[in-house]
């Protein structure tokens, strides 16, 4: 099962190695089957950054770099090659396998950035690639690389003439001085890499009930997500009427609460027993403490009317509470790689994080079902007022881990052929200095004046 991360892999070695080795092709079928796979590279940019710009939540400095790439994209030049008159379609050009060696590498660049792009957008798990910020930039800093890459590689195309262009050299420096201060802004604010783990053909076993089924440690992570989507979608304002009942329940955030608490001890174990998995076994220990913290106040809290429909998460939680019982109890947990261990922290924050804000949200809106009981029984069920206790702890919990001090840059272990791509682009310059005479001629007494 290839992912996400392998084909951007795959696209990082083709780049570097037109970068670095090509040379420009010379017969005109090469010339054309290039041009071609690079038309092809630019449109699926476009429509990568279409995907990742599809989300209605407002996502601060991310939405601003969505624009820069998406400018920096349709400022680029157009092949003379493209969509002339009995031109290739894209699959009939990427079909085609040309002997000669740079149009080779552009069709293995243009390729599999179209099957990594797939490979995302046709995910299980796409909305919460989308939905994390720290993911986000993950994604943004790959598209950024690609982009950057393709203004290097557009220089020689169009001193060769096969690009259209009206753009000065100082206005191409500056779009990719642009682009590359992205991608490196972008490696800063990633914490969450798991998207190099999205895959269309991930296999997701439902129940009748729409429960998520784990049978192994690996399904842990996508189970905690499919929570986490079951209650996002439930959140609104804090002024609107719910059309389909209450955000969630007494009964369901209490039981959310343990089954967490539960869950994130059991994984914090876990995480002390896997060489190089210290990191994660404290942002486990950080999110149950949270999680207790809570318990107290929403064992207070009471259903104003009981009768109302529930988020029907609890079906979830007991599978996930059960089934993480069992692993543990087989040692199979242990069986986890650093890299899922990381994949699954990221997704319980996901799931804490959406479970607090469903709760948050139900408690502070106007048209709340949610009361504190009064346990002096001298004034009655009382209303969940912002900045209360209750209110406070739940900012904690989404909050928590949001993001990590002290960590180093953003580094995995499976990126390597994109960190070669990012040397690459760090030590070739976008076109070469101009030449002035060396050593220049110096003025005389007898020349000044002149």
Known sequence: MTTYGEYQEDTATALVALIGKAELPVEPEAIRNA??????????ARS???????????????????????????????????????????????????????????????????????????SPDRDAWLRDNGSLWHLVGDSAEIVEALTVLDHDLTEAGL???GNSPSDVDQARANV????????????????DFASANSVRELDATGVLLVPGPGDLAPAQRHLANNLAPLRGSHSYEMPFGPCITTDEAIRFIRTQEQLTRRFAKTATQIPGCSTEAAGFHELADSLHDLEPGARLLIDVDPTLPRAHITGQLNELGYRARALDLDNKLQTLSP????????????????????LRTEATREHSNLRRQDVT?????????????LDVRLTNLINVNAQPVGL??????NA???????????????????????????????????
């Open 48 to 122: 990568r950054l279409i995907l990742f710009g599809s989300q209605r939540r407002g996502l601060g400095r991310y939405k601003g770099s969505i624009g820069l790439l998406a400018q920096t994209l349709d400022q680029m030049p157009a092949s003379r090659e493209h969509y002339v008159p009995g031109g290739l379609s894209p699959l009939d050009a990427l079909s085609i396998a040309p002997s000669d060696p740079t149009a080779h590498w552009w069709r293995e660049a243009a390729s599999n950035h179209v099957l990594a792009t797939h490979q995302l957008a046709a």
């Open 180 to 195: 590359s201060y992205l991608a490196k802004t972008a490696r800063w604010y990633t914490t969450n890499p798991g998207a």
């Open 35 to 44: 041009l071609e796979c690079r038309s092809i590279l630019l449109d699926d």
């Open 339 to 358: 890299g899922e261990m990381t994949d699954l922290l990221h997704a319980t924050r996901e799931a804490c994080v959406q479970g607090a804000r469903a």
């Open 408 to 413: 180093p840059p953003w580094t995995p272990a």
């Open 377 to 389: 029984k001298l004034v009655g069920p009382t209303r969940i007022h912002h900045n209360s206790e």
């Open 416 to 450: 390597v052929e994109r960190a070669k791509l990012r040397a690459t682009l760090d030590s070739t310059p976008t076109s070469r200095p101009p030449q002035h005479p060396s050593p220049r001629p110096r003025a005389g007494r007898d020349s000044y004046g002149r």
């Open 163 to 165: 690009l259209v262009t």
